[in-house]
């Protein structure tokens, strides 16, 4: 599994969990990997796969481990954003979650790079507005 793959997991668990009670969401994270693959269209028209969960064992729990992780730090991690942004989606607040986490704690991710793949996480489940708005925070935070 790439980085890019671990990473996009982990936005997607990251995202899902704020949508379930807290008693829930340790079972809700596991319902994750048992989740069928699926496909969409893209904006040209072509079907493509956007979730697929076929993982190994020892994959699931890398990813598991770090959304618990990150999951745990939230408080940690929403000060530090809400220093430079109040209002925004649960999309970008879960892609910002996640990059501010890597930047953070994560000594194995450059700054530059947890940058860049936040901007790719926007362009990819964000709206058109949401890469811009996802570095000019981050940059704020660098």
Same mark, same amino acid.
């Given at each position: 599994?790439?980085?890019?793959?671990?990473?996009?997991?982990?936005?997607?668990?990251?995202?899902?969990?704020?949508? $379930?009670?807290?008693?829930?969401?340790?079972d809700?994270?596991?319902? $994750?990997? #048992?989740?069928?693959?699926?496909?969409?269209?893209?904006? !040209?028209?072509?079907?493509?796969? @956007?979730?697929?969960?076929?993982?190994? !064992?020892?994959?699931?729990?890398?990813?598991?481990?770090?959304?618990?992780?990150?999951?745990?730090?939230?408080?940690?991690?929403?000060?530090?954003?809400?220093? @430079?942004?109040?209002?925004?989606?649960?999309?970008?607040?879960?892609?910002?979650?996640?990059?501010?986490y890597?930047?953070? $704690?994560d000594?194995?991710?450059?700054?530059? @790079?947890?940058?860049?793949?936040?901007?790719?996480?926007?362009?990819?489940?964000?709206?058109?507005?949401?890469?811009?708005?996802?570095?000019?925070?981050?940059a704020? #935070? @660098?």
């Amino acid at each position: 599994m790439t980085r890019r793959e671990l990473r996009e997991h982990c936005f997607k668990m990251l995202f899902g969990s704020e949508f $379930y009670p807290a008693e829930e969401k340790e079972d809700q994270l596991r319902q $994750y990997f #048992l989740a069928p693959e699926e496909e969409d269209a893209n904006p !040209e028209g072509a079907e493509e796969v @956007v979730h697929c969960v076929e993982l190994k !064992e020892a994959d699931q729990e890398k990813i598991l481990q770090r959304v618990e992780s990150i999951m745990s730090k939230i408080p940690e991690l929403d000060q530090q954003i809400d220093q @430079v942004a109040r209002r925004m989606g649960k999309v970008e607040l879960a892609i910002l979650r996640l990059a501010v986490y890597e930047m953070k $704690y994560d000594d194995q991710i450059p700054e530059k @790079v947890a940058i860049n793949e936040a901007v790719e996480l926007a362009k990819k489940f964000g709206g058109s507005d949401a890469p811009a708005f996802i570095n000019g925070i981050l940059a704020k #935070l @660098v």
